[in-house]
């Protein structure tokens, strides 16, 4: 069973840089057709998709966070990787990384981490 | 950027109710909508996806309609595993965009 594991630093401080890795098990992440995507969920509020990567390497990024944001696959290392520059307190929230087939919503989730930015 | 509206908010209801969320887009999506139900401190859940199309061993209380600007979340007798927070995403195009949220509270 395909599964999803973010993992990355709790704690940030302002005006550094955001990295996370999710890590794939149970399948391979050279699949076509799929998009891995990370998308993130403030204390109390709603749902911010934030960047998705093709194995291929295509990216698509969510213009409001573009000029921060990296997003990267490792296809040896069976893994994805966001970063995220000049962070501030409203970067805090839970960060998830999921799995999208075209065509279809999010099927597979990691079980999210939460990371604060705090000095 | 398509814009998705949820309403409402905030819903209460009881156990064998049946309820209605609505999902509204800013422009038409054709029918490239999800819905997600979540529940505290976990990872969102896949329910509906191409609009009415029911995921994999999700139960068929659940139910997706609609396509264009405007969907709907139905569950026809709710339980008490159901009250949750259900998101409506569109994926028509990126950037990719999820609804505000529709709580779902025990009345």
């Known amino acids: 069973q395909l599964q999803l594991q973010e993992s990355g630093p709790g704690l940030v401080k302002p005006s550094e840089t955001l990295s996370l890795t999710c890590t794939v098990s149970g399948g391979s992440i050279s699949i076509g057709s799929v998009s891995w995507g990370w998308i993130r969920q403030p204390p109390g509020k709603g749902l911010e998709w934030i960047a998705s990567v093709y194995s291929s390497g295509t990216t698509y990024y969510n213009p409001s966070l573009q000029s921060r944001v990296t997003i990267s696959v490792d296809t040896s290392k069976n893994h994805f990787s966001l970063r995220l520059s000049a962070v501030t307190a409203a970067d805090t929230a839970v960060y998830y990384c999921a799995r999208r087939p075209d065509y279809l919503g999010w099927r597979t989730w990691g079980q999210g981490t939460l990371v604060t930015v705090s000095s | 950027d398509i814009h998705m509206t949820q309403s409402p908010s905030t819903l209460s209801a009881s156990v064998g109710d049946r309820v209605t969320i609505t999902c509204r887009a800013s422009?038409?999506?054709?029918?490239?909508l999800a819905w997600y139900q979540q529940k505290p401190g976990k990872a969102p859940d896949l329910l509906i996806y191409q609009a009415s199309s029911l995921e994999s061993g999700v139960p068929s209380r659940f139910s997706g309609s609609g396509s264009g600007t405007e969907f709907t979340l139905t569950i026809t007798s709710l339980q008490p595993d159901d009250f949750a927070t259900y998101h409506c995403q569109q994926y028509h195009s990126y950037p990719l965009t999820f609804g505000g949220g529709t709580r779902v509270e025990i009345k």
């Open positions: 422009q038409s999506i054709d029918g490239w």
